[in-house]
């Protein structure tokens, strides 16, 4: 399975972006997406995932705020945010999860800044 995402870059505080993610090769029914980020010095930490079957979780920090989405037909997952502030700024990579296997894609800057 390989993940292509886009959708990263600079925006100012209070602004949206939105994350894009595309799977290809074997890609089986039951599976998980999700997005994951990692800020300069900080472990990588969970933002948001998403089921085959549309349930979703999302980190405290970002609850409200973002919105996970997800495009069976496609293959891809979406991630929709909004109100962003400085402390979202990190390279946020996207996840694909079926037969107890993990596959990340390459990572996408976002960056929160005036």
């Known amino acids: 399975v390989q993940l292509q995402a886009s959708g990263g870059g600079l925006v100012q505080p209070g602004g949206s972006l939105r994350l894009s993610c595309a799977a290809s090769g074997v890609i089986r029914s039951v599976n998980v997406m999700g997005w994951y980020r990692q800020a300069p010095g900080n472990q990588r930490e969970l933002v948001a995932t998403?089921?085959?079957?549309?349930?979703?979780t999302y980190a405290d920090s970002v609850k409200g705020r973002f919105t996970i989405s997800r495009d069976n037909a496609k293959n891809t997952v979406y991630l929709q945010m909004n109100s962003l502030k400085a402390a979202d700024t990190a390279v946020y990579y996207c996840?694909?999860?079926?037969?107890?296997?993990?596959?990340w894609g390459e990572g996408t800057l976002v960056t929160v800044s005036s």
């Open positions: 996840k694909h999860s079926q037969l107890g296997n993990d596959y």
């Open positions: 998403i089921l085959f079957n549309g349930l979703v």
